[in-house]
């Protein structure tokens, strides 16, 4: 395993043989190169010594094109770490070694403000490993319109230096005037260290930047650095620095745009070394078979396929490679006003009612309302086939009592380009777009993406749906409208060919029936397969900043993107349920996520890393479900090396004594968005307030929490047993070392969890004091996380179920599944702190809400092989699952939310936290685990 893992994102618009990739020329990298900015159609394949000195022939200077570089890089050095920086100019480029970016540039501003390169690799860490350390894998994507600027790209290290001492007092800096920055997208003082949003100022920034000569304070509360004195923009004028620093208000901390410069006052260590050019013979252009495995796959799954893949509006369908989006909306014409799409904020308000999303795309649909309207909007790619025919339907639902007149309302259509907006920014997918003007027959759109290779899409109303003009401006400049007629017939669009509205209905009834057909196989559970699946698809999403396509959270979260750890990994599982593609590529790309201390974080965006702390782990187990599921080894080998890490760095930086149990923690020494401190170890947790961790308990010295965890510790005991069942059923031959030292490990935390964590008094597992080694009695449901791994006896599984799952007075999981005995205030079950804690009544984020991370991981204790002969866990599961069905379809039903997390009141109404948040669903998912269809 590498030190993060490797990146394939590269094929996956290409039209290439991924097979070609196999060729090994050693000395040299692959290059493939499209004639448009898509990746689209079959690229030229050439091979580049190196990326010391990259250039591109004079005859593409003038037209749009794309390239990938791709292959293995080993680093020039044996010992430390090493800086990266690259040239670039003429060109836009994103250079990745395995999935992270380290460097950025080119000639798309807007887009570098919301990067931040990851520039040291290895960061500083020896992460244990039982197999052979493997080159990073090396990719670089570059796009390039046509510019008077010759394309180039270079790639540059140096060592990384010693880290300077610790910084003295610092002496006043020397103020030297106020500057312009980010002029063309380029810093004057090119170190970001970070924002200081209530204590920057020039003394907390000289301090920052204590090993450079030069830094400044912008925009109230940024803090560069750099080698060079400010200025190389030239100066502003002096009101441009004018907002008041928030650590000293009586202080200028710059503008927007404008530093206020500043030399340091006292002596700065010696600058690093120089930058040079890596030399050629680190490349070569081999890839390991699980790679191309993931680059096929990862290609599969969008080029050519229709999906709401911008996370901005789930009414906006876009076609990949293209980059053509249909933005879909509403007008009245009455008020000449128009609602142009459905977006996550219409989802939470209940404007759009989310509905069916087949796996392949061959069927959605959603209602989406605007004043008295209310509309059915159903999407068909035929046959979920890549490249065929798409086609919508819009049906009013008509409500008269409302005072619905269908006539006053059109359908209106923008198509755009997406290389507009803050999520397509990086997309760089340009063309040219040719509208029928409105009233002018049934109206079309032709767009033509720019430069060859990838094909002419037309867009056709319905044969007879003529087209209307607005007597008001459409945001848009280009725009298509239907308006429906006295009595609401659907309204209709096609692609390729147009259509009548009568085939458009024939062919969304087949979509429709078969995708309902596909949920009918799960019996009594198909709203419920509906729904889980629901809220997966509606959140899958693409970027060529990841791997492959990915389902964040929900919508509206990150900038552009976040992937959050556990919570994706059960993403991935809910996926692989229908497909075990998606469920591959989810899983992936938050496993890739790894850093080089050999952990993954907590979150991972391109605005920052939690270098500092991890998240719950679980993705060990998710994969030997995987594996049992659809026996697919190449997904294995591509991960194991870095789930391994992961648990090793467990044991590494998370044990403390004297029971070398797990505790949380927060690293310092990384690039980090948090100083170590006791909320950055309660977030590690995964749990962010719950009760459990009420109080400071971090120790500075340790960065600890003074906290033996038995959630944490039983999570990775499972993922210990897990990833030790795939080091012999998924290698052959067997990984037979790797297994014994992983069962060595799940013997230790055994031993240690049984004999430590259980409270005979209270009949359950707690959490303990690293100090005093006194229980800590706040019972959450991660007491019963040890019967992840087997760890209870028999008698111990039996107290705990009866006692407290079972009992109305703390989880409130009726024997029967039937809810007999609950209270109207712990009605629906497993609240995230049992019911008699003094947190619970009034309620909170992790205070009593119901979490469905919490309510699976219970469920795979109750499911474990060891407990299967006692009745009353069996008759708990299923319970369980019984209940939590019942609470997710509640509000499925009620509003089409799946909940962030749920409130645990019989009359509660609506979601707690996010309205549509993919984990939600795994309050249902385990009742299809439940009933055998996994």
Known sequence: SSFFGCDPLAMMLAGALVGALAIHRAGGLQMQLWHNAGQGGDPEISTVPSLSALTWSTDLHNETFSALILGSFTPPYTNGSWDIACNISGISAFLYLDDHLVCQGGNDPKTWSRYRPEVTVPWPGTPSTTDPQLPYFVRLRVVHAPTLTVPSFAMLYRPTPPPPPPPGPVVPPIYLGCFVDDAGGKRDLPVNAGDEPTTDSPLVCAAKCHQYPYF??????????????????????????????????????????????????????????????????????????????????????????????????????????TGLML????????????????????????????????????????????????????????????????????????????????????????????DIGVDQASWNLPGTLSVTPPGEGDGCIIAVPEGTGIDTVTVHGATGQSTTPFPFNVVAPQYLAWRFDEGGSPLALSTSSSRDAAAVTAIIAKARAAEYSRYDAYGELAETAEASQAGMMWNVQWSPDIPGTYAPVSRGWGTPWVIFCWDNIFGAYQLSLGSKDLGYSQLAAVVKTKTAEGMVPNFWQPGGISYDRTEPIVASKVLLEMFKKHKDAWIVELLFGDLYDWIEWFFRRRTEPPLDLIVLGSDPGLPTTDTPNMQAARYESGLDNSPMYDGEFFNTTTNHMELYDVGMASMLAMEVKALAELSLSAFNPPRQQTHDHLMSRLATLTTLIGEHLWDNDSGIFVNKFTTNLSFYHRISPTSFYPMQAGIATDAQATEMVTKWLTSPEHFCVSPGGDFKGNTDSCYWGLPSIQASDPAFPPLGYWRGYVWGPQIQLVFWGLA???????????????????????????????????????????????????????????????????????
């Open 216 to 321: 400044g304070v912008q925009d109230g509360d940024n803090c560069f650095c750099g080698t060079t004195p400010p200025g190389s923009q030239g100066k502003a004028n002096p009101s441009k620095c004018s907002m008041p620093c928030p650590g000293n208000k009586t202080v200028m901390c710059g503008g927007p745009n404008a530093n206020s410069g500043y030399k340091q006052g006292g002596p700065v260590p010696p600058p690093p070394p120089p930058l040079t050019p890596v030399p050629a013979g680190v490349f070569d252009d081999t890839l390991q078979p699980a790679q191309m495995a993931r680059l096929n796959m990862s290609r599969s799954l969008v080029h050519g396929r229709w999906n709401t893949w911008a996370k901005a509006s789930v009414t906006a369908p876009i076609l990949l490679p």
């Open 327 to 418: 933005r879909i909306g509403l007008c009245e014409l009455s008020s000449k006003s128009c609602k142009e799409d459905g977006q996550k904020g219409d989802i939470d308000s209940g404007v759009v009612r989310l509905g069916p999303h087949a796996l392949d795309h061959s069927y959605t649909q959603l209602y989406f309302a605007f004043n008295r309207a209310n509309v059915s909007i159903e999407t068909s790619q035929l046959e979920g086939g890549a490249w065929n025919d798409f086609v919508v339907q819009v049906t009013p639902v008509l409500d008269s009592a409302q005072g619905f007149n269908a006539s006053d309302y059109a359908v209106v259509v923008i198509p755009v380009f997406t």
């Open 864 to 934: 474990a092989p060891e407990y299967a002969h006692l009745e009353v866990v069996s008759q708990a599961r299923k319970a369980l699952a019984t209940q939590t069905n019942a609470m997710m379809l509640n509000q499925w039903r009620l509003h089409r939310h799946i909940c962030e997390n749920y409130n645990p009141h019989r009359n509660g109404t609506d979601c707690t936290g996010d309205r549509f948040y993919h984990w939600g669903g795994l309050a249902g998912f385990i009742s299809l685990l439940d009933a055998g269809f996994y």
